[in-house]
């Protein structure tokens, strides 16, 4: 398939974080989960793939071009909805939208009244009067309103209710069904990934853990329980993480056949996406 981003050895040190020559890239038509904990890298990683923080070092490619030398044409294609806020609060929804109206040559009204109507959003209403979750409807109505053609999305359902996340994830259902639309979503709520993402990147701590199809990693892992005389030396190793209490031990591997021969009396388990994610970057817990 045809990669719609590129990101080749993208470096960024600060004081107390380091982006560590990271490279992945992105499928067209998919719709591709950016995952780890609060702080391993996502933010600025999505940053420096939207220019708005300079990189250290490396390569971006959007669409097949450079990011830097093509700014402009490539932001016409992208909308971004991040979770930091980035409207003027004293603004109505309708003056705020003039503004980033301006920025693109595909401005469609029509597409962003009818999202309007969609989130039952009040124009005349200013920012700084709406809820978070009106908030992420009005940048989600923004962002899909000049027929971008990869839509980026930082931690978009942090803090907002059950119910707007399922509507922002029926949206990202419906954008990426249209031809050549695709949809980079970081989270650290890893549940939202579940029926929708294609795809599976783990950042930790500044570096990129893996890459993968969704299906492929959960078919590939799975969660193991049992009794505590079955971990021993030779079978400690068969496990990412291993938990262990007075009532038994509880872990997750990648390894299920091998697992299945050392201890058949085991108990597998189908994993989450989030079993996986803090089986890479928890490691080996020992309870009391």
């Given amino acids: 398939m045809t990669a719609v981003l590129e990101v080749d050895h993208l470096t960024k040190k600060f004081h107390d974080f380091y982006l560590d020559h990271i490279h992945f890239s992105l499928e067209k038509g998919c719709i591709t989960g950016f995952i780890g904990t609060n702080g391993s890298g996502k933010t600025t990683t999505i940053k420096s793939i939207l220019g708005l923080i300079h990189k250290d070092d490396g390569k971006i490619r959007i669409f097949g071009e450079d990011a830097e030398r093509n700014e402009r044409s490539?932001?016409?294609?992208?909308?971004?909805?991040?979770?930091?806020?980035?409207?003027?609060?004293?603004?109505?929804?309708?003056?705020?939208?003039?503004?980033?109206?301006?920025a693109y040559t595909?401005?469609?009204?029509?597409?962003?009244?009818?999202?309007?109507n969609r989130f039952q959003l009040n124009l005349?209403?200013?920012?700084?009067?709406?809820?978070?979750?009106?908030?992420?409807?009005?940048?989600?109505?923004?962002?899909?309103s000049h027929h971008a053609d990869l839509l980026i999305m930082d931690e978009p359902t942090s803090g907002l209710d059950p119910l707007v996340r399922s509507e922002l994830m029926q949206i990202l259902i419906e954008f990426v069904s249209e031809e050549n639309k695709?949809?980079?979503?970081?989270?650290?709520?890893t549940s939202d990934l579940e029926r929708i993402a294609?795809?599976?990147?783990?950042?930790?701590?500044g570096k990129i853990l893996f890459e993968k199809e969704k299906d492929e990693l959960l078919e590939s892992h799975v969660r193991v329980k049992g009794d505590n005389n079955w971990i021993n030396e030779e079978t400690r190793p068969l496990f990412l993480s291993l938990n262990q209490s007075h009532f038994g031990f509880d872990g997750v591997?990648?390894?299920?056949?091998?697992?299945?021969?050392?201890?058949?009396g085991a108990v597998l388990e189908r994993t989450s996406i989030e079993d996986v994610m803090l089986a890479y970057v928890g490691g080996e817990k020992i309870a009391d």
């Fill in 74 to 102: 490539i932001k016409d294609r992208i909308g971004f909805v991040m979770d930091e806020g980035y409207f003027y609060e004293n603004l109505t929804l309708q003056e705020m939208k003039r503004v980033i109206a301006s």
């Fill in 106 to 116: 595909r401005w469609d009204e029509k597409s962003f009244l009818s999202y309007i």
């Fill in 124 to 144: 005349q209403q200013k920012i700084a009067k709406l809820s978070k979750g009106m908030r992420m409807k009005f940048a989600v109505a923004l962002a899909l």
């Fill in 182 to 189: 695709s949809a980079f979503f970081s989270t650290h709520i």
């Fill in 198 to 205: 294609d795809m599976l990147i783990l950042i930790d701590d």
């Fill in 253 to 264: 591997t990648n390894q299920k056949n091998a697992v299945l021969r050392a201890i058949p």
